[in-house]
């Protein structure tokens, strides 16, 4: 069976976010520690650990997986906020273990201009201590990023170098298909034009392919899961807005490729999308991306 899961809202308490995600037709979850807008968190003492194990229990609902917050900035030259991200992540981590969950996505930050030789040691020894200071079940997976204002990890190979350097068995990656469209990483076979989809675009003279690209840097074995989302924007735009499965620029064709080879089918995709009605993931959305991986 294909895990399928959606981020929805953790308000009550995680049990009440697997009983929401089981709501939707969801067989696994994404959720946030707390609000993913400000710094502070709920002792992790307080947390009601044993609703959240009956809740997946009950439900099935598993894994869950824990979205840190958006404020984070490992590459910041502010010292201030780099604490303030390292303390939190090192929260989400004790929270992932708790919650015997499948790991948390980290969007690292962004080397704001300064490129990423500038920054790359420090985040090295950022995510060294972090992993070091935490759980040793709890896993920490790097996110690929759409590219917009110097954020790291879109390009692949600094996944690459950043999981050879820092060489823990529990740092990982989660891959975004919102993400990799805007990177300018086509989801299709090689040859296929990824802005087929969108009138306004001509095709790209040259285009990566995330499979090919995957293969070549070896990053298959460290895949944990996917962020499943269309895109608003276009192809190789650096802009990450995403769209409900279907309604964006990228070909569902070629959504439906990446998400049917060998390699992905055992992981779980997570939908991270607006909504019918903006309120995020829903059933529709739900339905959408079981029938595009057989699983309706």
């Not at 697997?18 to 502070?40: H, L, M, T, Y």
């Not at 939190?88 to 996505?105: K, R, S, T, W």
């Not at 390009?155 to 990799?180: G, Q, S």
């Not at 298959?220 to 190789?236: A, K, Q, Y």
């Amino acid at each position: 069976m294909r895990k399928i899961g959606a981020h929805v809202s953790a308000a009550g308490g995680p049990h009440r976010a697997v009983e929401r995600a089981k709501d939707i037709g969801c067989n696994c979850v994404q959720v946030f520690s707390g609000s993913p807008r400000v710094w502070r968190r709920k002792p992790i003492e307080q947390i009601d650990f044993d609703a959240a194990a009956s809740a997946v229990e009950t439900t099935g609902v598993s894994p869950i997986v824990t979205h840190s917050l958006y404020l984070i900035n490992l590459a910041s030259e502010d010292p201030d906020l780099v604490r303030k991200s390292r303390d939190v992540l090192v929260y989400d981590m004790q929270f992932d273990a708790a919650i015997g969950g499948g790991g948390i996505v980290v969007h690292l930050g962004s080397h704001q201009r300064r490129g990423w030789d500038a920054v790359k040691d420090a985040v090295v020894r950022l995510v060294s201590e972090i992993i070091e200071a935490s759980p040793p079940e709890a896993h920490f997976l790097i996110e690929n990023s759409a590219g917009q204002s110097g954020k790291l990890s879109s390009d692949l190979a600094e996944i690459r170098w950043l999981l050879d350097t820092v060489a823990a068995p529990n740092l990982k990656w989660c891959f975004d298909t919102c993400h990799a469209h805007a990177a300018g990483y086509a989801l299709g076979a090689p040859g296929s034009n990824p802005a087929r989809n969108d009138p306004d675009a001509s095709a790209p003279t040259e285009v990566r392919y995330a499979i090919d690209e995957i293969d070549r840097l070896e990053l298959w074995d460290d895949l944990t899961c996917i962020h499943v989302n269309d895109s608003r924007d276009p192809f190789d735009s650096g802009r990450d807005r995403h769209d409900n499965i279907g309604e964006g620029l990228i070909p569902p064709d070629d959504m439906a490729h990446f998400l049917n080879i060998p390699q992905v089918l055992d992981l779980p995709c997570f939908l991270e999308v607006p909504g019918l009605d903006g309120d995020g993931p829903d059933a529709e959305n739900v339905r959408r991306l079981a029938a595009i991986v057989g699983a309706s």
